[in-house]
Structures are given as structure tokens and as C-alpha cells.
């Protein structure tokens, strides 16, 4: 029991009470969905950079002759760069162009384009999206990375 002077709080001061929390937390929503969303981009960028260095890396370590097995166009590949068709997020292609810039050197050129889905928040889980309104979308934002080789000679 409650004392002279004192009392509860009564159900519409609650109701109220409530209904200001759920207003301010919804208008903070976009900002924090906002802040997701350029995390992602960040690291879906980081991400593709590493994709590009990773496969220069791998290059490194073969036989100068067959660097031009290294060619690719637009395979899916995942976080770490392995072949994951039909589930990559992330699109790699590799040039590979010897005698360029002039002969003797090998340039090879790796693009990584990035899957924007991912930016889609609680959707991402869903990924990819092979049909409908938000189907998998590749565009031209990604990174790349060009390597000149050398053929040694003994």
C-alpha cells in the first residue's frame, strides 16, 4: 500500500510513457540501418581488395609459363576468393596478357566486382536471390589490382 502522497504510476502515464520510447526508437531505425549499411560497404570493399592480392599471391608461386592458365571471366567466388557458384558474393576476372608491356613481362589484371545484395541488411541471409524483385546485382563497384611479371632467365 502506498503511503499518504505517494502513488504508482497509473496505466495511461504508461501507456504514454511507451508510446514516446516506441516513437524515438523508431525514428532512430534509418540511422542505424544507414551505419549497417556502410559497414557492409566498407567491408565488402576490404574484402575485395584482399580477393585481388590473394590471387596475385597465388600467381607468384607458379611456373612463369603458365601464368595465362590464371585467365578467368566473371566466376563467383566467396570471402576467400574459392570458386562458390551458384552462391559467391563476389565476381572475380582475371587477365592475363604476356609479352605486355613489352616482351619478357606478363600483366595480369584482377577485377573483383561486389554483389550489392549484401547491403540489404536482414535480407543478406537470403543470398543470393536467384529470381524475383531482389535477384543478386553485380554492378561496376568493385577494386582491382594489376601485377607485372618477369621471366627470369639463368
Given amino acids: ?16 510513457a511507451m508510446s514516446i520510447m516506441a516513437l524515438v526508437l523508431t525514428s532512430a531505425f ?7 549499411a556502410r559497414f557492409q560497404m566498407a567491408r565488402d ?15 607468384r608461386s607458379v611456373p612463369y ?18 570458386a562458390s557458384s551458384p552462391n559467391g ?11 605486355s608491356p613489352v616482351a619478357g613481362m606478363t600483366t595480369m589484371t584482377i577485377q573483383t566486382k561486389i554483389c550489392i545484395c549484401s547491403r ?5 541471409h537470403l543470398h543470393p536471390l536467384k529470381e524475383g524483385t531482389y ?11 594489376s601485377f607485372l611479371f618477369t621471366e627470369y632467365q639463368k
Fill in 135 to 145: 535477384i543478386c546485382k553485380f554492378t561496376d563497384e568493385g577494386e582491382g589490382m
Fill in 65 to 82: 609459363t603458365d601464368l595465362p592458365l590464371y585467365s578467368e571471366t566473371a566466376s563467383l567466388v566467396d570471402d576467400f576468393g574459392n
Fill in 89 to 99: 558474393r563476389f565476381q572475380r576476372t582475371t587477365s592475363v596478357v604476356t609479352n
Fill in 1 to 16: 500500500m502506498c503511503g499518504h502522497g505517494q502513488r504508482g504510476m497509473s496505466l495511461l502515464e504508461l501507456l504514454i
Fill in 45 to 59: 570493399h576490404y574484402v575485395a581488395s584482399t580477393i585481388c592480392q590473394a590471387r596475385i599471391e597465388r600467381a
Fill in 30 to 36: 534509418p540511422l542505424v540501418d544507414q551505419m549497417m
Fill in 120 to 124: 540489404w541488411g536482414w535480407r543478406s
